[in-house]
T-cell receptor
């Protein structure tokens, strides 16, 4: 079993839709949770960073963490074609030497 | 935000030759940098942790003699793929964190696409 599970997609939605991306994890030592966006042939860029259960909002993006269920989500409101990319969840253990464990990434396509 | 520059962005080399990839933190110092490998439609897999002034720490299954890492300064780490073979063709990405800052964000380079023919 992988430490972090993420549906690879692809996920196709119409413009303006609400997108829900999810990851589950098995290692209860993960304390920091991140969502990265990666465009084709580019390095990942950080979208959201959180370390506590609950919701964190930033513009059209909301990150949700449920540590009791070992489940994290990223919601994108009013999705745009420019949101089309691969979204990777990443997790880190406290005192883990700054190592990140990534999910496989979900490929998202927002269509006009 | 902080910038990590990776060079080259793509390279094609002949089987048996060596390729060097550079990772630079442009406006911050990084005592630790990370090298990842990404196959198509797969996640980033950590290869090694590069430590300034000391030996790199390799993940299980990564050949340290094949993937040479040098972190000679606080702003530069290099990954050399020695005696490259077609199976080494992949997307290599580095990341770094600001050692002197409060931010815990990991900044990523733009990646290097290596094709071995």
């Amino acid at each position: 079993q992988k430490e972090v599970e993420q549906d690879p997609g692809p996920l196709s939605v119409p413009e303006g839709a609400i997108v829900s991306l999810n990851c589950t994890y098995s290692n209860s030592a993960f304390q920091y949770f991140m969502w990265y966006r990666q465009y084709s042939r580019k390095g990942p860029e950080l979208l959201m960073y959180t370390y506590s259960s609950g919701n964190k909002e930033d513009g059209r993006f909301t990150a949700q963490v449920d540590k009791s269920s070992k489940y994290i989500s990223l919601f994108i409101r009013d999705s745009q074609p420019s949101d089309s990319a691969t979204y990777l969840c990443a997790m880190e253990v406290t005192g883990g030497g700054n190592k990140l464990t990534f999910g496989t990434g979900t490929q998202l396509k927002v269509e006009l | 935000g902080a910038v990590v520059s990776q060079h080259p962005s793509w390279v094609i080399c002949k089987s048996g030759t060596s390729v060097k990839i550079e990772c630079r933190s442009l406006d911050f110092q990084a005592t630790t940098m990370f090298w990842y490998r990404q196959f198509p439609k797969q996640s980033l897999m950590l290869m090694a942790t590069s430590n300034e002034g000391s030996k790199a720490t390799y993940e299980q299954g990564v050949e340290k003699d094949k993937f040479l890492i040098n972190h000679a300064s606080l702003t530069l780490s290099t990954l050399t793929v020695t005696s490259a073979h077609p199976e080494d063709s992949s997307f290599y990405i580095c990341s770094a964190r600001d050692s002197g800052g409060l931010s815990t964000e990991a900044f990523f380079g733009q990646g290097t696409r290596l094709t071995v023919v």
